[in-house]
């Protein structure tokens, strides 16, 4: 395989003076996968792993510039939040060290020579450990455990190691004080007796230093258990004492908890440390302790026999359950291993019968003749119903301050101490053990041993449903694989089959015995009649038997016994036992008739989808037909307006340029001016009503709406068709609007400008001799409202139910039927609802709620800072009207600016090659070279060169943040003159 296409296992690092090692090392470790680094001495190492951080390093023990313990622990503070794992290589143990396993900082050492044999399982196995640790509890952790003994600090080391620690150690007290002080590890454990110093004065020591006072300290002892033995380790801080007889995961747990608890300060005057624990020598002191450890451990050898006689039990049991297939008869075999196993001579098993009763299952060690005492047994069912209920083993002896049944029990079950334990298995608890001793010496100790046998004694039970359930399952299995409709198939790890359902030899023409032990692919996947795989079927169903996951195919062949075919569609799913693949399952079904089905749906689907696309093209003519209703409607007002505006201005215009006009008179001049601008105002508001109606492009933006603003601007846009209009034709409409404050919502305002623009309309048209027009917004709870209202003629409930379908309509063929199932559709679609009420001769309200946006709360007003004065420039003028060009350079040359004038975008760009400009102004619709092309060039030819484009379509353009390429900003025409300032600030400040 080429090298760049090798998958890399991880980075190692091998520091090592001798080349030939690292070559040999290096060979290695590479035909394993792995990425070798290589460094000859101590600083080498640092600065490669630098440059490359390893997963792994490998670092000779003896280096000719560095000691190997500098260069560990400059490593360990390089990977920082890393837990690299650091091999040391001696060719013998350092002298100074002790043994090898004494040294701290490094993962584990190995004696050289190394072997690749020895050196790629060790290597492997801790890369796999560290990922391990970076998934346990204790990763990103290091421990320090302390013991003479190598044989525990390994176990101690194995148990961490497990949980995510990175676990260092040292030999004994001091050494590891002193690997304490040199690099403080997250928590300490230590054995508490050993050699030059002991745990306790361990502890004290820590305590003792600032910087170590609040390391977590566990202190583990298997010989000091005692009370007094806790008190002196909480005396000198200890964080836990720990001891680890009879719970091998003590210590574990112990650090775990240490993880999170706060530690202990010593206390303010730390006990002297008694010659108990830190003298070898003995005396009377010592003597006590070992009278306690004896006393302790011979209660561990007697809790030991009792699990000694469980284990007896589980093999007994084993050896029952498989001789027994009914509960009645586990029990007869079961109950006298019990009591053997226990050494007890009698005893009985009972189970409910009933709520108020028990039956005797099994008994042994009663004589016939004292059965009729064990049943009496059973008017005590108290005891035993406690027993069920609790979960938890009975003990009478006879003794004061036990149940009044207790005394009863014992005599008729003839004993001096019985035991009654639940046999129980999981939740469920199906009967009671009754164990009886003769003699009175069955103390609390039985409680755990009566416990276990009761376990077992139920998992046995429990065990034997489950069997008794899995054959009925098998049998119910059995019959819905036969039942199934689809084919079901086992194939073994060879690729024959091992069962067939009917369905899959009804399907392959196939009986069931002719299918076992056939190969599946040549006989059903076959593509040539001699039965041979075709080469586009060596992938089929027994590619699921490597261990990925299973297959679903849709097209898949399956051949019949007479050579025909049918399409089908099959899933194979692994059979695994453990990481093994032994098999697969094969489903399969005939789709012949859903694939004839499937081509009928796709011809229809295909006619529907074809039927659709006519459809919204009807629609979407249909919608604009609306539209440019509306707008039509609008247009004979807005004219009206703009004749009205025009008055002025060409009266005016007319009258200072006649022969008689007053030329030496200012106040005149002044005056007709005026006249004039006024009138400019009110045909440049007429026009922008019309392109804010008209506009269309922003539909698809949401953004914070004011809709008492809107409807405010809707008044004004339809003003020349409820006023001007409708006093041509002879009627009077009035306006009135209540707009209370409400917060903003979140809409397109194209869209609701339409939708109330549609229904101004519609109140106009249905009060034909005039009327009132209402229109209100008010905020209820978290929606804002919109009403509508006219006083006009109102509508049938049959037409006001039906108003809002497409194409329904009253007005004939003046109308489209969209108009209101616009609005309703916009409505909708901005998450808001729309209702009508309408009462004949009445008039009608629409009432529009939308939910309502939460109000920010109102920043404080910016303070208003003087507008800076732009200095005198040189400005390159390109407009094509002369009009504009000559209104514009004398605005420019009011403020003392140079204008150079160009007549077209080509003209622009040729005196801007000549020239040197501060400023070009361009127009954008113009022959020859457009102002976007203009100003593509002049920015590629001086990209700091500010430009503001000037157009008709300006204000359109801000709206739908339109902004050409090249271009600083863009304002609207007609520039007024404070306008085109400010714009001109603005550019000139932002490019500089």
Known sequence: MPESDRMSRGTLLVVDENSISRRMIRAALRAEGYDVLEAADGRSA?????????????????????????????????????????????????????????????????????????????????????????????????????????????????????????VESAEDGRKALEAVRTRPPDILVSDVLMPSLDGFSLCLALRADARLARLPVVLVSSIYVGEEDRRMARAVGATDLVVPIGRPNAVPDAVLRACSATPSPAASQPPGIPPLYASPVPGPAHARHLERLTALYLNQARRLALLEAGFRLVVGLAETLDENSTISALLEDGVPRCLNAAGLSRGAALLPDGPERFRLAAHCGYAPDDLSSLERLFGCVELLHQVVRTREPLLLRGEAGEPAAAATLLERTRSRSLLLAPISAGHDTPGVLLLALEASDMDRDWISIARALGSQLGLMIAITRAVASLATRERQNESILNSAAEGICGVDETGRLTFANPAASRMTGYAVRELLGQELRRLLLHTRPAGEPGEGETGGPTAALHPDAGRQVAEGVFWRKDGGSFPVEYTTMPIREGARCTGMVVTFRDVTERRRAQAAILESHRRLEQALQDLRRTQDQLVQQERLR???????????????????????????????????DPSFVREQVGLIHAGAEIATGVVRRLCLFARGSDSASRVPVDLPLLVQQVVELTRPRWRNEAMGEGRTIGIETRLEPTPPVLASPTGLKESMVNLVFNALEAMPAGGILTLATRAEQDQVVVEVSDTGTGMPEEVRRRCFEPFFTTKGVKGTGLGLAMVYGIVRQEGGSIEVTSQVGQGTRFVLRFPALPTPPTPPPPAETPKAGVPPLRILLVEDEELVRSLMSSILELDAHDVQLAVDGQDGLAKFKEGTFDLVITDRAM??????????????????????????????????????????????????IEALRDAIREVVTRTR
């Open 630 to 664: 509306a707008l039509g409607q609008m247009a004979t007002g807005i004219a009206h307006d703009l004749n009205n505006a025009l008055v002025p201005i060409l009266g005016c215009s007319e009258l200072l340029l006649s022969a008689s006009a007053p030329a030496n």
């Open 46 to 166: 640092l600065r490669v792993s630098k440059e490359t951080p390893p997963d792994l390093v490998l670092l000779d023990l003896s280096l000719p510039d560095m000691s190997s313990d500098a260069v560990a622990e400059q490593l360990r503070r390089e990977f920082a939040g890393r837990e690299v794992p650091i091999l040391g290589v001696a060719a013998a143990a350092p002298g100074s060290r002790g043994t090898l396993g004494g040294l701290v900082g490094f993962t584990e050492v190995i004696r050289k020579p190394i072997e690749p044999s020895h050196l790629l399982p060790i290597v492997a196995a801790v890369l796999a450990r560290g990922q391990r640790k970076r998934a346990g509890p204790g990763a990103g952790k290091r421990v320090l455990v302390v013991d003479d003994d190598p044989a525990l600090r390994k176990l101690h080391r194995l148990q961490l190691e497990a949980l995510g620690f990175l």
């Open 927 to 976: 022959p020859r070279l457009r102002g976007d092309q203009l100003a593509e060039e002049i920015k590629r030819l001086s990209p700091k060169t500010p430009i503001l484009m000037v157009s008709g379509f300006g204000d359109l353009m801000a709206t739908q943040g339109e902004k050409p390429a090249g271009v600083d900003a863009v304002l609207g025409k007609p520039v007024r």
